[in-house]
């Protein structure tokens, strides 16, 4: 190691004339920078979790997007450095980048304001460029293996601060901004740091089918598995969200038979077991059981919806083609709704706003992105490089469809808009198309 470095020095004194001191410092400047080179998986996951952790103030409103910059900046420059391929992945990319180029051109016709660039990022832009740079950043089992610990810790971290809200232990509650209720929306619920239940409940059901794969690997086992399978209904329960109960519902008993691991199938039968057992305990016994009881009985928030959801469909059937302009949506909705008068209109339904905003060719883009979703992990693939008892195995990829509609399924009560949750998706899915492209690479070689 020190021939080498002197070696370096007498390298850079040849070649720049520079002194060893200068030397040193050069090369203690450059550390930092080899180490996130070293370890591009670990700056994604960072990137992640600045995306799922930044606070809503004003003065950290960029920080996710610093983090998006550096991570692209981090994987281009070793993609180089190290010449690798730079492959764009086949599947998802053309549409999600027409979505892109629809949805920028809408927000260049509304007035200038930093949260409607937010949205734009949030909602297609982010997903598409964390799509296109997974699969340079996962490459083999460690890196892959990384991601899932760090699906595991956030699952974690969810159900433990929705319980904590359910029994009223808000002291524990961290960070502090989920507890402001002039902030986000559902403060009387279980909503995370997203600010927002239903991102809170759909991101818990889909790193919950991801729990579920490392226990039928046997990396999540013992006590640990227990509390896992005992926590996320309680969590899943805390939402008080009825789309988020129905698809966490729908996925455990849709699991047992797209899977074919006993581990699996015995596990969803635990959880379903668990969750009769927590909303049975929670009517009969809980002090909660009232606020339950009410959000079950509801019916103002389904009336304004279906307002929404008639007046979105006649304005899609007046322009079918292309869509509403951006500043024409919010007049024309508020002379359509008479019975209620929020101060925005929301439409609570993703494919509803893309018809209405985009028109038929953004809802054909969008219906195309889906369908490559599901054809990313749709089927088993004989030379998938990921030896079983890895993360993205071929097992995997019969679960791989039951989250695609999990998403899609609360997508349709609400308007999916929530930056983890798109990126959480769409880094699955740029893993699971690069390891499509290396198996079709060895099944060249092969033949």
């Given at each position: 190691?020190?021939?080498?470095?002197?070696?370096?020095?007498?390298?850079?004194?040849?070649?720049?004339?520079?002194?060893?001191?200068?030397?040193?410092?050069?090369?203690?400047?450059?550390?930092?920078?080899?180490?996130?080179?070293?370890?591009?998986?670990?700056?994604?996951?960072?990137?992640?979790?600045?995306?799922?952790?930044?606070?809503?103030?004003?003065?950290?409103?960029?920080?996710?997007?610093?983090?998006?910059?550096?991570?692209?900046?981090?994987?281009?420059?070793?993609?180089?450095?190290?010449?690798?391929?730079?492959?764009?992945?086949?599947?998802?990319?053309?549409?999600?980048?027409?979505?892109?180029?629809?949805?920028?051109?809408?927000?260049?016709?509304?007035?200038?304001?930093?949260?409607?660039?937010?949205?734009?990022?949030?909602?297609?832009?982010?997903?598409?460029?964390?799509?296109?740079?997974?699969?340079?950043?996962?490459?083999?089992?460690?890196?892959?293996?990384?991601?899932?610990?760090?699906?595991?810790?956030?699952?974690?971290?969810?159900?433990?601060?929705?319980?904590?809200?359910?029994?009223?232990?808000?002291?524990?509650?961290?960070?502090?901004?989920?507890?402001?209720?002039?902030?986000?929306?559902?403060?009387?619920?279980?909503?995370?740091?997203?600010?927002?239940?239903?991102?809170?409940?759909?991101?818990?059901?889909?790193?919950?089918?991801?729990?579920?794969?490392?226990?039928?690997?046997?990396?999540?086992?013992?006590?640990?598995?227990?509390?896992?399978?005992?926590?996320?209904?309680?969590?899943?329960?805390?939402?008080?969200?009825?789309?988020?109960?129905?698809?966490?519902?729908?996925?455990?008993?849709?699991?047992?038979?797209?899977?074919?691991?006993?581990?699996?199938?015995?596990?969803?039968?635990?959880?379903?077991?668990?969750?009769?057992?927590?909303?049975?305990?929670?009517?009969?016994?809980?002090?909660?059981?009232?606020?339950?009881?009410?959000?079950?009985?509801?019916?103002?928030?389904?009336?304004?919806?279906?307002?929404?959801?008639?007046?979105?469909?006649?304005?899609?059937?007046?322009?079918?083609?292309?869509?509403?302009?951006?500043?024409?949506?919010?007049?024309?909705?508020?002379?359509?709704?008479?019975?209620?008068?929020?101060?925005?209109?929301?439409?609570?339904?993703?494919?509803?706003?893309?018809?209405?905003k985009h028109g038929l060719l953004g809802l054909a883009l969008y219906v195309w992105v889906i369908v490559d979703l599901f054809r990313l992990g749709g089927r088993r693939r004989k030379f998938v490089p990921a030896p079983d008892g890895n993360f993205l195995d071929a097992e995997f990829r019969s679960l791989w469809p039951v989250l695609v509609v999990v998403y899609l399924l609360n997508a349709s009560f609400v308007v999916m808009s929530y930056q983890f949750v798109n990126g959480l998706l769409f880094t699955i899915a740029g893993m699971l198309a690069s390891q499509n492209r290396r198996a079709r690479s060895n099944q060249t070689c092969l033949e």
């Amino acid at each position: 190691m020190n021939c080498q470095r002197s070696n370096v020095f007498q390298l850079l004194r040849l070649e720049t004339g520079v002194t060893p001191a200068i030397g040193h410092a050069l090369l203690a400047t450059a550390r930092p920078l080899q180490a996130l080179l070293a370890a591009p998986s670990a700056v994604f996951i960072t990137a992640l979790a600045i995306m799922l952790f930044r606070p809503p103030d004003l003065q950290f409103y960029s920080l996710d997007r610093v983090a998006l910059f550096g991570l692209i900046f981090v994987v281009l420059l070793r993609t180089f450095l190290v010449q690798q391929s730079l492959w764009i992945p086949g599947p998802v990319t053309l549409p999600m980048f027409g979505m892109v180029l629809l949805a920028f051109s809408s927000v260049l016709t509304e007035s200038y304001e930093a949260q409607n660039w937010s949205l734009f990022a949030a909602k297609w832009l982010v997903p598409l460029v964390l799509y296109q740079l997974a699969g340079l950043a996962f490459q083999d089992v460690k890196s892959i293996r990384r991601f899932e610990t760090f699906s595991i810790v956030i699952l974690a971290y969810l159900s433990l601060t929705a319980i904590f809200f359910l029994i009223d232990a808000r002291s524990v509650i961290f960070p502090r901004y989920i507890l402001d209720e002039s902030i986000g929306i559902h403060a009387d619920r279980a909503r995370g740091p997203f600010l927002q239940a239903v991102a809170n409940g759909v991101t818990m059901n889909l790193l919950g089918l991801i729990a579920l794969d490392t226990f039928r690997r046997r990396r999540l086992r013992g006590p640990l598995a227990l509390l896992f399978a005992a926590a996320l209904p309680l969590a899943i329960l805390a939402t008080k969200t009825r789309a988020v109960w129905a698809s966490f519902a729908g996925s455990l008993l849709v699991v047992p038979f797209v899977s074919s691991s006993s581990r699996v199938k015995r596990a969803c039968l635990c959880i379903l077991m668990a969750s009769g057992i927590c909303i049975t305990t929670f009517l009969l016994f809980g002090d909660t059981n009232t606020s339950l009881s009410e959000r079950l009985q509801e019916r103002g928030p389904v009336e304004f919806r279906v307002g929404m959801y008639a007046a979105g469909l006649e304005m899609f059937l007046d322009k079918p083609i292309v869509g509403w302009s951006a500043n024409s949506i919010q007049p024309e909705l508020a002379r359509r709704i008479s019975d209620f008068h929020p101060p925005y209109f929301l439409f609570h339904n993703t494919y509803l706003e893309i018809a209405v905003k985009h028109g038929l060719l953004g809802l054909a883009l969008y219906v195309w992105v889906i369908v490559d979703l599901f054809r990313l992990g749709g089927r088993r693939r004989k030379f998938v490089p990921a030896p079983d008892g890895n993360f993205l195995d071929a097992e995997f990829r019969s679960l791989w469809p039951v989250l695609v509609v999990v998403y899609l399924l609360n997508a349709s009560f609400v308007v999916m808009s929530y930056q983890f949750v798109n990126g959480l998706l769409f880094t699955i899915a740029g893993m699971l198309a690069s390891q499509n492209r290396r198996a079709r690479s060895n099944q060249t070689c092969l033949e």
